[in-house]
């Protein structure tokens, strides 16, 4: 997909989230850190989610998400060169679920597709499973793990992050 593409879907995507943004709107921010297949290129982790999730009872949430993710190269010296490698960037679109077992506990997943934006990058396939734990009516603190499949390798993280929600869970 072409980044012109990328982008009109992303601005499409969001302009339904602001349609229907009269419940649960919700806003992240996570950082964490790389593992397997770009370990030793990539140090950190870091991304900022946008969201709509809807109750379908005092249990099941449902929703939408979209995101970004950036991937800071590592830079250390092999040999002599000291090797530059590019950020890794992808724009996620996914739908999402969560099951509330508790007031203040959650656990579920987005499962959609991580369009990738730096050279090179043509996106695939995301999953992320997610825990949170409300820390009051608006805040929620989650741990997660990401992957994105490649077509030769695996984009897989381990995140810390922080979700403030506009309109609180009933």
């Known amino acids: 997909m072409s980044k012109l593409g990328v982008t009109l879907s992303f601005l499409l995507w969001f302009s339904i989230i602001g ?5 649960g709107v919700k806003l992240g921010i996570q950082g964490g850190l790389p ?3 770009f370990n030793s ?10 969201g709509y999730m809807k109750a379908l009872g005092e249990v099941v949430d449902i929703g939408v998400m979209a ?15 000291l090797v530059d490698f590019p950020h890794v960037q992808f724009v996620p679109l996914a739908g999402s679920v ?4 508790s007031d203040s506990f959650s656990f ?10 730096n050279s090179g990058n043509e996106g695939g396939l995301y999953y992320r499973p997610i825990v949170g734990y409300l820390l009051g009516p608006k ?30 869970r009933n």
């Open 108 to 117: 579920g997943g987005d499962l959609g597709y991580a369009f990738g934006i």
């Open 139 to 168: 805040t929620e603190i989650n741990l997660s793990h990401t992957n994105i499949k490649l077509e030769n390798r695996d984009w897989t993280t381990v995140t810390l992050g922080i979700l403030y929600t506009f309109m609180p």
């Open 67 to 81: 995101g970004f993710l950036n991937g800071f190269p590592e830079k250390y010296e092999r040999e002599n060169p």
């Open 35 to 37: 593992f397997n297949d």
């Open 41 to 50: 290129e990539v140090g950190e982790v870091v991304g900022v989610d946008v």
């Open 19 to 23: 349609l229907v943004a009269q419940e």
């Open 98 to 101: 969560r099951i509330w077992p």
